[in-house]
């Protein structure tokens, strides 16, 4: 993601991002927001709903503190580690990851999660063209739906 959306994230919500400056050995989110500019949107929403379910709970739970640990893309999808969350958050979560399976990470267009020679990217019509042209890659397979395929392993954080 480019640095100055990166930043605009990373200054609406500083309470959600407090481990981007720790480093890389104690939090991965020194890593940065390893996801395409196309799914700014989908960050910024689950973030803002992150932030004011956690301004809710706060009210009776002062200590409720969840911190984003690392975001990527993997298999095409965006993945959110957090700590310190509830089942809420997990909930939404799991919604953003599902959005992004149909939300083009470049530019932010509805999109496809497909895989090219194995390599899972979620694009537009234009951009898939565009990354086929690119890679000599072509399409095997593509996910339609909100299930995520059950080998989507997400127990790895590297
Ligand atoms: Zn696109």
């Known amino acids: 993601m480019r640095q100055e959306l990166q930043d605009e994230l990373y200054a609406k919500y500083p309470n959600i ?3 981007k ?3 890389i050995t104690q939090s991965c989110m020194g890593w940065g927001i390893n996801v395409g500019d196309g799914w700014y949107k989908i960050i910024d929403e ?3 709903k992150i932030q004011d379910h956690t301004l809710e709970v706060k009210r009776t739970y002062k200590k409720f ?4 640990s690392q975001v990527k893309e993997k298999f095409g999808v965006l993945r959110f580690y957090i700590d ?3 089942e809420y958050i997990y909930n939404l979560i799991d919604e953003a990851t599902a959005k992004s399976a149909k939300t083009c990470d470049v530019c932010g267009a509805d999109g496809h999660c497909a895989s090219y020679r194995r390599w899972w990217v979620t694009l537009c ?3 898939s063209a565009e990354y086929i042209a690119k890679s ?3 399409i ?5 739906d909100e299930e995520l395929p059950e080998d989507f392993d997400d127990s790895e954080t590297t």
């Open 17 to 19: 991002f407090a481990q």
């Open 21 to 23: 400056d720790l480093p």
């Open 46 to 48: 689950l973030c803002q």
């Open 65 to 68: 503190n969840p911190q984003a």
């Open 84 to 86: 310190g969350a509830d």
């Open 125 to 127: 019509k234009e951009h």
């Open 136 to 138: 000599g890659h072509s």
């Open 140 to 144: 095997d397979e593509v996910y339609y």
